[in-house]
C-alpha cells in the first residue's frame, strides 16, 4: 500500500472508560442516607461494638399474627405460585379501595389502584407517570431522602422549597407560589411528614390543595403514616379537603410502616385511570407482580381489625414524648414535639462552629460521624433530608435502647465547648 496513512482513532483515557461504564443517570443517584446509616449501624454490632441505631424508619415489632398466619397458608396454595396481574390482585385491589374510603373518606375504584413492591416502587412510578424531562417537581423540605433521586431518575428536577423549626417544617402557599415556573409540574406532599413528624391541619392542606387546582400542577401526596398520629390530630387526605382535586392527584400509601410490614414489600398508588394505566404498563418490564404471599398477607392486614396499630401507636407515643423530653433538655438542642410519623427531628444548629472533644462541629454531618465515634450512636444528618442544622431519630425502638441512646448523647453533648 503506497499513498495511504493508516489512522487510528484516539483511546479512551481511563478516567473516560470508568466513567462510561455507568450511565450518568444511575451513575448520579445517592445512595439512600437512611438505609446507609442503619447498614453502618448493623455492621458495627455485628463487629461486637454496642451501637444503638435511630437511623432506620422501621417499627420495632413483629409483623401481627394473623397476617403472618395469612402468609403461611397463602404458600400452601399453589395459586401463589405463578404470576398473577402485574398490577396487584383483584381482591387486594378491592381491599385498598375498601380501607382507602374506611380510613380517609376517598371513595376510588379498584380500577384506580396499581400495587407495587413497597412505598418506594410507587414514588419512582408516580414520578415517572408524569414527569418529561425538565419538569420541575415542588419538594417540600426537609423532605425523604428518596424523593428528590427518584424525581431525578424520572428526569424531573426537584426544586427545594424549605420551612425551618419556626415554621414547624411545614410550606405556605406563598412559598410554593414563590418556587412556582412556568415547568412546575407537580408537587410532593407528605402528612404525617417524614423526616419530622410534622402534619397539616385540614385548613392547610386545602389551602395547599386550592393553590395546585388553580395552578394546574399535579399533587402527589404520600400518605403512608396516615394512622400515625397523636394528640388528637387528624391525617388530612388532600383530594378529600379538595375533591375536585382528584383527577390530577396520586395517592401513595403502602402496609410497611401501619402494620411493621417493612420486609414484606407492599405499597401502592391509588391515581386517575391513565395514571394507572401508564404505570402498570411500566411495572409489567419492570418487575411484574409483588410477591404473591405478601399480597395475601397484605389483603389480611387491610381488611382485619386495627387492634394491634392502636397498640404500636400507643407505644410510639409514649417513646415519642421521652425522646423529645429527653433530646430537648440538651443545650443547644431544639427538639419540637412531632404530630405524627415516629420521628424526632432536633435542631442543633446551635451546636454549629463548636467543639466536641478537641473536633469541630462543622456541620450537622460531622456531629452525627462523632456521634457515631464518640458515644456509638447512629443519627441521620439533616443533609440526607435538605439543609444542614438537623438530626432525624427514629423512635421506633425499644424503650431502654431509646433512653439508654439519649442518655448517651447527652452525655457526650454536655462536652460541648
Same mark, same amino acid.
Given at each position: 500500500?503506497?499513498?495511504?496513512?493508516?489512522?487510528?482513532?484516539?483511546?479512551?483515557?481511563?478516567?473516560?472508560?470508568?466513567?462510561n461504564?455507568?450511565?450518568?443517570?444511575?451513575g448520579?443517584?445517592?445512595?439512600?442516607? @437512611?438505609?446507609?446509616?442503619?447498614?453502618?449501624?448493623?455492621?458495627?454490632?455485628?463487629?461486637?461494638?454496642?451501637?444503638?441505631?435511630?437511623?432506620?424508619?422501621?417499627p420495632?415489632?413483629?409483623?401481627?399474627?394473623?397476617?403472618?398466619?395469612?402468609?403461611?397458608?397463602?404458600?400452601?396454595?399453589?395459586?401463589?405460585?405463578?404470576?398473577?396481574?402485574?398490577?396487584?390482585?383483584?381482591v387486594?385491589?378491592?381491599?385498598?379501595?375498601?380501607?382507602?374510603?374506611?380510613?380517609?373518606?376517598?371513595?376510588v375504584?379498584?380500577?384506580?389502584?396499581?400495587?407495587?413492591?413497597?412505598?418506594?416502587?410507587?414514588?419512582?412510578?408516580?414520578?415517572?407517570?408524569?414527569l418529561?424531562?425538565?419538569?420541575?417537581?415542588?419538594?417540600?423540605?426537609?423532605?425523604?431522602?428518596?424523593?428528590?433521586?427518584?424525581?431525578?431518575?424520572?428526569g424531573?428536577?426537584?426544586?427545594?422549597?424549605?420551612?425551618?423549626?419556626?415554621?414547624?417544617?411545614?410550606?405556605?402557599?406563598?412559598?410554593?407560589?414563590?418556587?412556582?415556573?412556568p415547568?412546575?409540574?407537580?408537587?410532593?406532599?407528605?402528612?404525617?411528614?417524614?423526616?419530622?413528624?410534622a402534619?397539616? @391541619?385540614?385548613?392547610?392542606?386545602?389551602?395547599?390543595?386550592? $393553590?395546585?387546582?388553580?395552578?394546574?400542577? $399535579?399533587?402527589?401526596?404520600?400518605?403512608?403514616?396516615?394512622?400515625?398520629?397523636?394528640?388528637?390530630?387528624?391525617?388530612?387526605?388532600?383530594?378529600?379537603?379538595?375533591?375536585?382535586?382528584?383527577?390530577?392527584?396520586?395517592?401513595?400509601?403502602?402496609?410497611?410502616?401501619?402494620?411493621?410490614?417493612?420486609?414484606?414489600?407492599?405499597? $401502592?398508588?391509588?391515581a386517575?385511570?391513565?395514571?394507572?394505566?401508564?404505570?402498570?404498563?411500566?411495572?409489567?418490564?419492570?418487575?411484574?407482580?409483588?410477591?404473591?404471599?405478601?399480597?395475601?398477607?397484605?389483603?389480611?392486614?387491610? @381488611?382485619?381489625?386495627? @387492634?394491634?396499630?392502636?397498640?404500636?401507636?400507643?407505644?410510639?407515643?409514649?417513646?415519642?414524648?421521652?425522646?423529645?423530653?429527653?433530646?430537648?433538655?440538651?443545650?443547644?438542642?431544639?427538639?419540637?414535639?412531632?404530630?405524627?410519623?415516629?420521628?424526632?427531628?432536633?435542631?442543633?444548629?446551635?451546636?454549629?462552629?463548636?467543639?466536641?472533644?478537641?473536633?469541630?462541629?462543622?456541620?450537622?454531618?460531622?456531629?452525627?460521624?462523632?456521634?457515631?465515634?464518640?458515644?456509638?450512636?447512629?443519627?441521620?444528618?439533616?443533609?440526607?433530608f435538605?439543609?444542614?442544622?438537623?438530626?432525624?431519630?427514629?423512635?421506633?425502638l425499644?424503650?431502654?435502647?431509646?433512653?439508654?441512646?439519649?442518655?448517651?448523647?447527652?452525655?457526650?453533648?454536655?462536652?460541648?465547648?
Amino acid at each position: 500500500m503506497t499513498g495511504v496513512t493508516a489512522q487510528t482513532s484516539p483511546q479512551p483515557t481511563a478516567s473516560e472508560q470508568t466513567r462510561n461504564r455507568v450511565s450518568a443517570r444511575v451513575g448520579g443517584i445517592a445512595e439512600s442516607a @437512611t438505609l446507609a446509616v442503619d447498614a453502618k449501624a448493623k455492621a458495627l454490632k455485628a463487629a461486637g461494638r454496642p451501637v444503638i441505631g435511630f437511623g432506620a424508619g422501621e417499627p420495632d415489632f413483629p409483623t401481627p399474627q394473623p397476617i403472618v398466619d395469612a402468609a403461611v397458608a397463602a404458600c400452601q396454595d399453589p395459586a401463589n405460585h405463578r404470576y398473577t396481574p402485574a398490577g396487584g390482585l383483584p381482591v387486594l385491589k378491592e381491599a385498598i379501595a375498601a380501607k382507602t374510603l374506611r380510613d380517609s373518606g376517598y371513595e376510588v375504584s379498584p380500577g384506580q389502584v396499581l400495587v407495587t413492591n413497597g412505598g418506594k416502587q410507587a414514588v419512582y412510578e408516580a414520578f415517572a407517570a408524569i414527569l418529561d424531562p425538565g419538569d420541575e417537581l415542588l419538594l417540600p423540605a426537609p423532605y425523604w431522602t428518596t424523593y428528590p433521586e427518584a424525581a431525578r431518575l424520572a428526569g424531573g428536577v426537584a426544586v427545594e422549597v424549605f420551612a425551618g423549626l419556626e415554621a414547624g417544617y411545614k410550606v405556605t402557599v406563598d412559598q410554593l407560589e414563590a418556587a412556582r415556573t412556568p415547568r412546575t409540574k407537580a408537587l410532593l406532599f407528605c402528612s404525617p411528614s417524614n423526616p419530622t413528624g410534622a402534619v397539616y @391541619t385540614p385548613e392547610e392542606v386545602r389551602a395547599i390543595g386550592h $393553590w395546585a387546582l388553580e395552578h394546574g400542577v $399535579w399533587v402527589v401526596t404520600d400518605e403512608i403514616y396516615e394512622h400515625l398520629v397523636y394528640d388528637g390530630v387528624r391525617a388530612a387526605s388532600m383530594p378529600v379537603e379538595v375533591p375536585e382535586l382528584a383527577d390530577t392527584t396520586i395517592v401513595l400509601n403502602g402496609v410497611a410502616k401501619t402494620y411493621a410490614m417493612t420486609g414484606w414489600r407492599v405499597g $401502592w398508588m391509588i391515581a386517575p385511570a391513565d395514571v394507572v394505566k401508564a404505570a402498570g404498563n411500566l411495572q409489567s418490564h419492570l418487575s411484574s407482580n409483588v410477591a404473591n404471599v405478601s399480597q395475601r398477607a397484605a389483603v389480611q392486614a387491610l @381488611t382485619g381489625d386495627l @387492634t394491634a396499630v392502636a397498640q404500636m401507636r400507643e407505644a410510639f407515643d409514649r417513646r415519642r414524648r421521652t425522646m423529645v423530653s429527653m433530646l430537648d433538655a440538651i443545650d443547644g438542642v431544639d427538639c419540637p414535639l412531632p404530630q405524627g410519623a415516629f420521628y424526632a427531628y432536633p435542631s442543633v444548629e446551635g451546636l454549629i462552629g463548636k467543639t466536641l472533644r478537641g473536633h469541630e462541629i462543622t456541620s450537622s454531618a460531622r456531629l452525627a460521624e462523632l456521634v457515631l465515634t464518640e458515644a456509638e450512636v447512629a443519627v441521620v444528618p439533616g443533609e440526607a433530608f435538605g439543609p444542614s442544622g438537623f438530626l432525624r431519630l427514629s423512635y421506633a425502638l425499644a424503650d431502654a435502647d431509646l433512653v439508654a441512646g439519649v442518655e448517651r448523647i447527652q452525655r457526650l453533648l454536655a462536652e460541648v465547648r
